[in-house]
T-cell receptor, first 109, second 114 residues
Framework: RKEVEQDPGPFNVPEGATVAFNCTYS??????FFWYRQDCRKEPKLLMS???SGNEDGRFTAQLNRASQYISLLIRDSKLSDSATYLC??????????FGTGTSLTVIP | EPEVTQTPSHQVTQMGQEVILRCVPI?????FYWYRQILGQKVEFLVS????????KSEIFDDQFSVERPDGSNFTLKIRSTKLEDSAMYFC????????????FGPGTRLTVL
């Protein structure tokens, strides 16, 4: 059983495009939700937390649907620097964090 | 900007040897974590640590693993008798408190077991 599932991609999009990533989680009691980005051979870095009301940070919008156990990330006006692997992360009722396998994004000039 | 640091950046060891991976979390953080990432695979939670004791651990964190906060700054992961399959990138992370959840990751230690 996979706690967190993501489409691995890869997603190859032109600069300026809008791209959306999806993630599902298995534990309905999960408490907290995040999107991280990971560059090749680097550590994960927090992109944004995800709240039930949805949240936006510049070109990035995250949504959470607890009923469907579904999390999304939308990137508008893609930049070359957005090329990375995007990790969906879920914290369960304790203090254990589950990472998805990540979705690879390449933004093409 | 404060950051989590880890040493060494790369550790090569022989199978069966003990290794200690070191981390210095951000100074005012109270929660500490170890993760591993086998090449090409997902990041996997190993253990969380708070108030000088383990608060959560995964199935991966068996008796071969231990963690310690030997002083006020270091947080270590010990693998007693390394196996080939322990080869991975090991990330340390810390967070200020439980409610914020925001974890800051160190740059990782690449462990290679020969």
């Amino acid at each position: 059983r996979k706690e967190v599932e993501q489409d691995p991609g890869p997603f190859n999009v032109p600069e300026g495009a809008t791209v959306a990533f999806n993630c599902t989680y298995s534990n309905s009691a999960s408490q907290s939700f995040f999107w991280y980005r990971q560059d090749c051979r680097k550590e994960p870095k927090l992109l944004m937390s995800v709240y039930s009301s949805g949240n936006e940070d510049g070109r990035f919008t995250a949504q959470l649907n607890r009923a469907s156990q579904y999390i999304s990330l939308l990137i508008r006006d893609s930049k070359l620097s957005d090329s990375a692997t995007y990790l969906c992360v879920v914290r369960d009722t304790g203090n254990q964090f589950y990472f998805g396998t990540g979705t690879s994004l390449t933004v093409i000039p | 900007e404060p950051e989590v640091t880890q040493t060494p950046s790369h550790q090569v060891t022989q199978m069966g040897q003990e290794v200690i991976l070191r981390c210095v979390p951000i100074s005012n953080h109270l929660y500490f974590y170890w993760y591993r990432q086998i090449l090409g695979q997902k990041v996997e939670f190993l253990v969380s640590f708070y108030n000088n004791e383990i608060s959560e651990k995964s199935e991966i964190f068996d008796d071969q693993f231990s963690v310690e906060r030997p002083d006020g700054s270091n947080f270590t992961l010990k693998i007693r008798s390394t196996k080939l399959e322990d080869s991975a990138m090991y990330f340390c992370a810390s967070s200020e408190d439980h409610s914020t959840d925001t974890q800051y990751f160190g740059p990782g230690t690449r462990l290679t077991v020969l």
